[in-house]
Nanobody
């Protein structure tokens, strides 16, 4: 049974940092690209970042470039999202997901993701 479990969410002041983790089980994570999405209240879910197999490609949505860093530890079947210089507009529920393909697609689509985690709340507020 495939499971993705996020952890590390919380509340932080603007300018602060958080590190999200996604623990994968039930499949060979090292063969597949992994994604982070987020969904703010009243907004559509958007792709935040993707990391391909073997760490060859790391993609980011423009709004987080230079502030967020995605990484993976295939030995521990874990994907991380280091979030620095957080802004109030980063407030959202963050989800880990996989399309079960090896590369990061040119166009990220929620419809194509096959497995999702339950989400982790990130709140940036003073």
């Amino acid at each position: 049974q495939v499971q993705l479990v996020e952890s590390g969410g919380g509340q932080v002041q603007p300018g602060g940092s958080l590190r999200l983790s996604c623990a994968a089980s039930g499949f060979a994570m090292d063969y597949y690209a992994m994604h982070w999405f987020r969904q703010a209240p009243g907004k559509e879910r958007e792709g935040v970042s993707c990391i391909s197999t073997s760490d060859l490609t790391r993609d980011y949505v423009d709004s987080v470039k230079g502030r967020f860093t995605i990484s993976r530890d295939n030995d521990k079947d874990t994907v991380h999202l280091q979030m620095d210089s957080l802004k109030p507009e980063d407030t959202a529920v963050y989800f880990c997901a996989t399309e079960m393909i090896s590369r990061c697609p040119l166009t990220v689509s929620t419809d194509k993701m096959r497995f999702w985690g339950q989400g982790a709340q990130v709140t940036v507020s003073s």
